[in-house]
């Protein structure tokens, strides 16, 4: 997803996250963030040092299949050795300088799995012309990945230009989403396949984003047909380039319409409806791909336009439009029979037009997490919205040089959710009396979050808990 930003160094078109100078949040909510940072890091490296009320007898020993235990993290045979709960890098990441050593040592603290798409957000042109490669910026991703000890991922889009009724030699960044033309189809899964020749350390592998270029104005829906024949092409050039690599589609946005809107869908929920046109379009790719190894798509909670969702809408409470992720994710897995992983490449859960505070987003990011796996996903992806400000940035993975350099408490969400919740984790029994309070938990550590602007307390498992607004607890368990 993200949006089209002219560079003003280079003149080019790079699609990013959200930029801006960023927000720094007054006094009071600073030394909360800070606080809430300082708690993640040491969370991170003494887990036992994050406790708050009397549990009584431990239960961390729990054994899997007893009585405090539940399903497991993921399904479609993904193990703790699949990528998890990461990040996808965008046109601002990490710099290469030495004042980024903060930053480099915040990632590398915990690993988790890191995503970079082969040609723009932060990657140029791979091909600009048939033969001609360019690999230097993407080499400099992938060793940022690696050098930061990350699961690397890697996503096979966009296209060089002359795939897609370009001219050779050149790149316009306007056109960057739109796909290959059928003839040029060889093409990229031509390109794809160097790519994971050049990089045999990268086991996994999106294809393509969003569907973009494969809307079909005439027909007004999704050209999954088209998609599904670029795809198997890619599938069986990258397969053949590195056997050991793992390749998953559709990367098809899961679009949906608000409750009461919209043409009759057989996947409802009170976040609304998803679009019966997209479930049409994953049927067909699940009947007529050439293989797959994970299945991936990407969404909001809230409803909205195809290829655009996140509309504001006032029948739809944030909060509990975030059961539209377990809602589609427990579909996906019944469609494919519960064979294949179920992977987030982007997810998103702020209104258009609204700016949380970091209290605020940090929990909600909790709380979309805790609904991921308890739908059985196995992996999801946080779409950075990194800026160039040297202060904070709202929602960043890490501050900008005035104020630290260092690691926020986004980034140590997702380390938290990939060290505690990675793929066939046993899930404990757990629950919450209060709605506004999510809680999660495995046999050795537990996670609640209060969703509230307001104090609120919570009987969980017979046990008193007591949250401040927006607050985060990781517990031993």
Excluded at 227 to 252: D, E, F, I, W
Excluded at 255 to 262: R, T, V
Excluded at 455 to 467: F, H, K, M, V, Y
Aim: proline residues 10%; aromatic residues 10%.
């Amino acid at each position: 997803m993200g949006r089209v930003h002219d560079s003003e160094q280079t003149g080019e078109f790079h699609p990013i996250g959200p930029d801006g100078p960023g927000r720094r949040p007054p006094p009071r909510q600073r030394g909360l963030i800070l606080l809430a940072a300082l708690g993640a890091v040491l969370l991170v490296a003494v887990p036992a040092a994050v406790t708050f009320v009397d549990w009584g007898a431990p239960a961390r020993n729990a054994a899997p299949g007893s009585a405090r235990s539940g399903p497991v993290v993921g399904g479609g045979g993904a193990t703790a050795a699949w990528p998890s709960w990461g990040m996808t890098h965008t046109q601002n990441t990490v710099p290469p300088d030495g004042d980024a050593a903060p930053q480099r040592a915040a990632l590398a603290g915990q690993p988790i799995a890191q995503n970079q798409a082969v040609m723009g957000w932060g990657a140029s042109n791979p091909e600009p012309s048939p033969g001609r490669f360019d690999f230097r910026s993407l080499d400099q991703r992938v060793q940022l990945i690696r050098d930061t000890k990350g699961t690397p991922v890697i996503t096979l889009c966009c296209a060089p230009d002359w795939m897609k009724g370009g001219t050779a030699g050149q790149t316009d960044w306007t056109s960057i989403e739109t796909a290959p033309t059928a003839a040029h189809y060889d093409d990229f899964a031509a390109l794809a396949g160097r790519v994971a020749a050049r990089y045999p350390d990268v086991r996994h592998f999106l294809v393509w984003n969003e569907f973009k270029g494969f809307w079909n104005q005439r027909a007004n829906a999704w050209d999954h047909v088209a998609y599904t024949s670029l795809y198997n092409k890619v599938y069986a050039a990258v397969k053949k380039a590195n056997p050991k690599a793992r390749v998953g589609g559709p990367y098809l946005p899961m679009d949906s319409n608000p409750p009461g809107q919209g043409p009759p869908s057989e996947l409802t929920g009170t976040w609304g409806s998803v679009d019966p046109r997209v479930l049409a379009s994953m049927r067909y790719w699940l009947k007529n791909k050439a293989g797959a190894d994970f299945l991936v798509v990407d969404g909001a909670s809230l409803p909205g336009e195809p290829g655009d969702p996140g509309a504001p809408d006032a029948a739809v409470n944030p909060v509990t439009a975030l059961a539209k992720f377990s809602a589609v994710t427990k579909w996906l897995r019944a469609q494919s029979g519960d064979d294949l992983p179920v992977w987030w490449a982007e997810w998103y859960i702020q209104p258009k037009g609204v700016t949380w505070s970091d209290e605020r987003l940090g929990a909600m990011q909790t709380a979309v997490m805790i609904e991921f796996v308890r739908g059985g996903a196995s992996a999801a992806f946080y779409w950075s919205p990194q800026t160039t400000t040297t202060r904070d940035c709202v929602g960043c993975l890490w501050s900008g040089t005035a104020a630290g350099n260092r690691g926020t408490p986004t980034l140590a969400m997702l380390q938290n959710f990939t060290r505690w919740f990675p793929p066939g984790t046993p899930l404990a029994a757990v629950t919450s009396s209060n709605p506004a309070v999510h809680v999660l938990a495995q046999p050795r550590q537990m996670v609640a979050v209060n969703t509230g602007g307001k104090p609120a307390r919570s009987t969980i498992n017979g046990r008193a808990l007591d949250l401040g607004p927006y607050e985060i607890r990781w517990v031993p368990w």
